[in-house]
């Protein structure tokens, strides 16, 4: 049986996203669109279901975990890119997330963070390692390039799955692996359980948040519109606020390319 759907495949900061406008209520059609789709598109490096009503926009990602890009490309898209502020439902979170476009263009999203500074937890085996929780998605964040150094991306990514396994962070919707560079540009490497999808990303939003909660903690203050420097060469922006203590809030921006928008068969 095949269905008519509309979709639109959007570049935020790189990371290429096929959002569908299609509520698609079971896990196992939205694994078979999310190949489906994969196959069609090969740039495309995940797939979200979503509903543009500017009143109540939600988001549900292909395997259910939480995803920064694909937020703020949604709240882009249900304010046709003008200027405003969204309340936005996301698979993988609780609470509606504040998201929007701001004056400049540039999309934003909320990010899902813990206010407790002890979620973030010290790698006892490697003193640049930090696994950030998230809600939808854990990063362990490795401040140490040399790890990956003259390795090709094949080995980048199958060290990092080893590395998710070992640390048993294979129990989350979604983790990732986040190598950073001394200049603060990152590789990140993202795993999603349920639709078992394992990709070195051209960006990567809760990535980029990660890191800056890191940078706070490390610096004891909040940090504002710092640019992490994705695979795609593209910045996306961090600001973490952060009292020494507690984590406030956290929010990710940069601009979004929409690709192409078209109805398909599939």
Same mark, same amino acid.
């Given at each position: 049986?095949?269905?008519?759907?509309?979709?639109?495949?959007?570049?935020?900061?790189?990371?290429?996203?096929?959002?569908?406008?299609?509520?698609?209520?079971?896990? $196992? !059609?939205? %694994?078979?669109?999310? /190949? +489906?789709?994969?196959?069609?598109?090969?740039?495309?490096?995940? *797939?979200?279901? =979503? #509903?543009?009503?500017?009143?109540?926009?939600?988001?549900?990602?292909?395997?259910?975990?939480?995803?920064?890009?694909?937020?703020?490309?949604?709240?882009?898209?249900?304010?046709?890119?003008?200027?405003?502020?969204?309340?936005?439902?996301?698979?993988?979170?609780?609470?509606?997330?504040?998201?929007?476009?701001?004056?400049?263009?540039?999309?934003?999203?909320?990010?899902?963070?813990?206010?407790?500074?002890?979620?973030?937890?010290?790698?006892?085996?490697?003193?640049?390692?930090?696994?950030?929780?998230?809600?939808?998605?854990?990063?362990?964040?490795?401040?140490?390039?040399?790890?990956?150094?003259?390795?090709?991306?094949?080995?980048?990514? $199958? !060290?990092? %799955?080893?590395?998710? /396994? +070992?640390?048993?962070?294979?129990?989350?919707?979604?983790?990732? *692996?986040?190598? =950073? #560079?001394?200049?603060?540009?990152?590789?990140?490497?993202?795993?999603?359980?349920?639709?078992?999808?394992?990709?070195?990303?051209?960006?990567?939003?809760?990535?980029?948040?990660?890191?800056?909660?890191?940078?706070?903690?490390?610096?004891?203050?909040?940090?504002?519109?710092?640019?992490?420097?994705?695979?795609?060469?593209?910045?996306?922006?961090?600001?973490?606020?952060?009292?020494?203590?507690?984590?406030?809030?956290?929010?990710?921006?940069?601009?979004?390319?929409?690709?192409?928008?078209?109805?398909?068969?599939?």
């Amino acid at each position: 049986m095949t269905m008519k759907i509309k979709l639109i495949n959007v570049r935020p900061g790189g990371n290429d996203t096929c959002l569908i406008e299609k509520n698609i209520n079971s896990d $196992k !059609k939205r %694994k078979f669109m999310n /190949d +489906k789709i994969m196959k069609l598109y090969p740039n495309i490096e995940q *797939v979200g279901f =979503v #509903n543009l009503n500017r009143n109540r926009p939600e988001l549900i990602m292909a395997g259910n975990e939480f995803c920064a890009n694909a937020t703020r490309s949604t709240a882009y898209l249900a304010l046709k890119g003008n200027p405003g502020i969204v309340k936005i439902r996301v698979s993988g979170v609780k609470k509606r997330l504040t998201a929007g476009v701001s004056k400049n263009g540039e999309a934003f999203t909320e990010i899902p963070i813990f206010e407790d500074s002890k979620k973030i937890v010290r790698d006892p085996n490697n003193p640049n390692g930090y696994v950030v929780e998230l809600e939808g998605i854990t990063q362990y964040i490795n401040l140490d390039e040399n790890k990956i150094k003259n390795l090709s991306k094949e080995e980048i990514i $199958k !060290k990092a %799955k080893q590395t998710i /396994d +070992k640390l048993g962070l294979n129990k989350y919707p979604a983790a990732g *692996v986040v190598y =950073v #560079n001394t200049n603060l540009s990152i590789i990140p490497i993202v795993w999603v359980r349920k639709i078992n999808t394992l990709f070195l990303e051209t960006a990567c939003g809760s990535a980029t948040a990660a890191l800056g909660q890191i940078l706070a903690l490390k610096n004891g203050s909040s940090i504002k519109n710092l640019p992490i420097y994705q695979p795609s060469g593209m910045p996306i922006k961090i600001s973490v606020a952060f009292d020494g203590k507690r984590f406030k809030y956290a929010e990710i921006s940069g601009p979004i390319i929409i690709l192409e928008t078209k109805n398909i068969l599939i």
